[in-house]
């Protein structure tokens, strides 16, 4: 719909993505706060393999992991690491956060690509957005790396006074 919509007035392409990012958001944060009373129930539909790799996941990387599956196309399983997080009970204000920044970075791109190549944009969506998620995805990954290994390293380096003694 986003596409299509911005694809025929450009120039309301800002209103489409902030509408869009709201609505997956809103829905998200409800389906999370389902999820998170129905407990273990909630994730019956999901194969346990899928479960055993989505809550490694969250336990490793915590918001992370729901702010880079909101970034990916479908088919990715994202409705899983919303339920997950429900259950879990991951801190909501940092996953509403981590699901509207993701949704707002993809929801962007689709609009800009919609609004500048019209109804060539879901072809070039098509055949680059998954390369673009998965890059996008390990840049994040690395850039949260990158920042919990040098904080770890300033900790470990005792203060300048203290060294010199």
């Known amino acids: ?26 829905g998200c944060v409800g389906l999370y706060r389902l999820s998170q009373r129905a407990g273990k ?3 019956a539909r999901f194969s346990q393999s899928k479960q055993k790799r989505v809550k490694d996941l969250i336990d490793r990387y915590d918001v992370m992991s729901v702010l880079v599956a909101s970034l990916l196309p479908p088919p990715f399983p ?8 429900g259950v879990f009970r991951l801190n909501l204000v940092r996953f509403t956060l981590a699901v509207a920044g993701g ?12 609004a500048r190549y019209g109804d060539h944009a879901k072809e ?7 390369t673009i998620g ?11 790396v990158g920042r919990a290994l040098l904080k770890q390293s300033q ?3 005792p203060s300048g006074v203290e060294s010199q003694l």
Not at 7 to 22: G, K, L, Q
């Open 1 to 26: 719909m986003l596409l299509l919509l911005a694809a025929s007035r450009p120039s309301w392409m800002p209103i489409y993505v902030a509408a869009a990012t709201i609505g997956s958001t809103v």
């Open 41 to 43: 129930r909630a994730l």
């Open 78 to 85: 994202f409705k899983l690491f919303v339920v997950s997080s």
């Open 103 to 114: 949704r707002l970075f993809r929801y962007l791109l689709e609009g800009y690509l919609a």
């Open 124 to 130: 070039l969506l098509a055949h680059y957005y998954p």
């Open 134 to 144: 998965i890059v996008l995805a390990a840049l994040i990954v690395i850039f949260f």
């Open 155 to 157: 900790k470990r380096e």
